[in-house]
């Protein structure tokens, strides 16, 4: 008997109508056989609407008491779903992901797993339970419920696949699969059957909601087969279709395969920009200036140094748009220290990215991207690459512009 791990979004939950769907398909999987630990989200809205209460009260909310707000969405589906599996004669528990023991750090709202308490679980699927547990939260050492970010409940399904080495992760949610780019944005973009890894991890780096990026470090770390799939298909679709569903993230290339040169677009509307001028040119100064940020557990992204001149350099980066404050803050002491002229901040930005397997083996994928751009008069910012992707941060009011134009300049709706 096999361990499938499902893990159902927002949308997916979004009604109680819709809860009881969710009860059918994993009845459906536990008929057939399997052990299944189900990890569910906050029904749609709910965590913005618990964050919002918080900023009522609090502009800038004590991150501990934000975490206790915003884990209490996840804690309200879980009963739901275990209420309707019961209803339907399927034995199933509920458990925070303190009762699991999810052991986080202590960073909360982006808090990491550190290790996953498998005996309740083992114990409930032994004696035939679906077990239903809260995804996005955890705990600390210290007893203090923490939040793993936004999207989080990705990561803690992923995880608990990998703990409990399940044959499956399952991700259902609101789309058939992983898509050339965000079908909201581009209606014409295609449903890739497969992408890769090293893809997914690029496509979710540049903000490709589908999926947390934390979510698919930890399917490349443990090996875990990761498939995304709907969970707005009719629940009693045969088990062998739904198997093969949707859109499988494989850890090799396919030999056979003739590689697209771009499997995908992504990109990132949360980006924020920083700017120091008159930086002193010597070494040692990008780490005096990001070290004190990542101290603050802060993400920097896309970094950019320009040639130095008269001893003086520029120097900028991007930051999540939420982190922009704490930086700014930051830097104020930073650069104060360092002697830089001044440094600017700049919400209005976004990050609009190219990624695919196939840039390894050809040329001239840049400078397709640039024409493209330059054509529309979108000017680009700042530009980074790895040996799958190229990165590029516009005016945030050219995003799906962007978007729309390299979709179709990499001939994405023939995929
Ligand atoms: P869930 O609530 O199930 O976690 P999310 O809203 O977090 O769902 O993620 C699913 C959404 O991701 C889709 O509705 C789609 O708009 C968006 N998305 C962004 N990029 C892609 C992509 N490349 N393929 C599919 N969906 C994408
Ligand atoms: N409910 C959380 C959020 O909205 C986690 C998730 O849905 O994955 O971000
Ligand atoms: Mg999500």
Redesign the pocket.
Known sequence: MSLIVQ??????VGSTERIKNVAKRVAKWKAAGHDVVVVV?AM?GETNRLIALAKDIQAHPDPRELDVIAATGEQVTIGLLAMALKEIGVKARSYTGAQVRILTDRAHTKARILEIDENNIRRDLKSGHVVVVAGFQGVDEGGNITTLG??G??TSGVALAAALKAQECQ?????D?????????VPE?Q??KTITFEEMLE?ASL??????IRSVEFAGKYKVRLR?LS?LTPPDLPIEEEAKSG?LITFEEDANMEQALVS????NRDEAKITILGVPDRPGIAYQILDPIADANIEVDVIVQNIGKDGMTDFSFTVHRNDLKKTMDILKLVCAHIGAREYIGDDKCCKVGVVGVGMRSHVGVASKMFRALAEEGINIQMISTSEIKITVVIDEKYMELAVRVLHKVFDLEMQ
């Open positions: 893990k159902y979004g927002g949308t997916s989200s749609s936004r999207g409940s990705d991700i259902y949610t609101d789309v699969g992983v898509y050339t780019t965000d079908p909201r944005i973009a449903r890739l496509m903000g490709s909601k589908v999926l947390q995304v969970s859109t995908g677009i992504a990109f």
